[in-house]
């Protein structure tokens, strides 16, 4: 029983370049969450989708960050043209419903030279 | 939004003590998460608390939520290495589920 799969776990890009992170759910879950998490800090809301819907982006940057999660295939966090600060972990968590406990991937660490 | 405070960031027990650790909110929440995060891993759910005064156990951790739903406490009976980690607590909002997180407390237990 697979929990919910994070890729990869960790990323390393140069300023400038494209990160993409993937996320795919645990079985029989259809919402999904990314989280961002710095140093020492709890983990902050970006985005929670279901299958090829965008619920809520209010915890996303306007610029450079997208995401989505297709009918087919794992949910991608997007970052274009990265920036120093980028670098975090990323969180990933799924749940049947929209009021069922959030399961947690393992998270993408990345970092940006 | 709502937002919620856990002070200190960090505690340090010696091996055996208990340890008691608070989530504060200024305005009422619906409800309360806590998750556990290992050095370098992922947080996982431990408990969820809708009512006022719940109290909930799982082997030596008691939580409970308080009666005017502002507060939430989590305590560790005579802590083990184990234990070691840092807690968040979480709240979310009716239908709209996305969390928000504590900064958490980062949990040290000295063998």
């Known amino acids: 029983n697979a929990g919910v799969m994070q890729n990869p776990r960790h990323l390393v890009r140069r300023r400038g370049q494209e990160a993409r992170l993937r996320c795919s759910p645990m079985?029989?879950?259809?919402?999904v969450y990314w989280y961002r998490q710095l140093p020492e800090e709890g983990l902050k809301f970006m985005v929670y989708?279901?299958?090829?819907?965008?619920?809520?982006e209010s915890g996303m940057p306007k610029e450079r960050f997208s995401a989505e999660f297709p009918k087919e295939g794992p949910s991608i966090l997007r970052i274009q043209q990265v920036v120093r600060g980028d670098s975090a972990a990323y969180f990933c968590?799924?749940?049947?419903?929209?009021?069922?406990?959030?399961?947690f991937g393992d998270g993408t660490r990345l970092s940006i030279l | 939004g709502q937002q919620v405070m856990q002070i200190p960031q960090y505690q340090h027990v010696q091996e055996g003590e208990d340890f008691t650790t608070y989530c504060n909110s200024s305005?009422?929440?619906?409800?309360i998460q806590w998750y556990k995060q290992r050095p370098g891993g992922h947080p996982v759910f431990l408990i969820q608390?809708?009512?006022?005064?719940e109290v909930k156990k799982q082997k030596r951790l008691t939580f409970q939520f308080g009666e005017a739903k502002k507060n939430s406490s989590l305590h560790i009976t005579a802590t083990q290495t184990t234990d070691v980690g840092t807690y968040f607590c979480?709240?979310?909002?009716?239908?709209?589920?996305?969390?928000?997180f504590g900064k958490g407390i980062t949990l040290s237990v000295r063998p």
């Open positions: 989708l279901q299958k090829e819907n965008i619920i809520d």
């Open positions: 608390l809708v009512k006022s005064g």
């Open positions: 979480a709240v979310s909002r009716g239908a709209n589920s996305k969390l928000t």
């Open positions: 079985k029989g879950h259809s919402h």
């Open positions: 968590a799924s749940s049947r419903t929209d009021n069922q406990p959030q399961h």
């Open positions: 305005t009422t929440l619906s409800n």
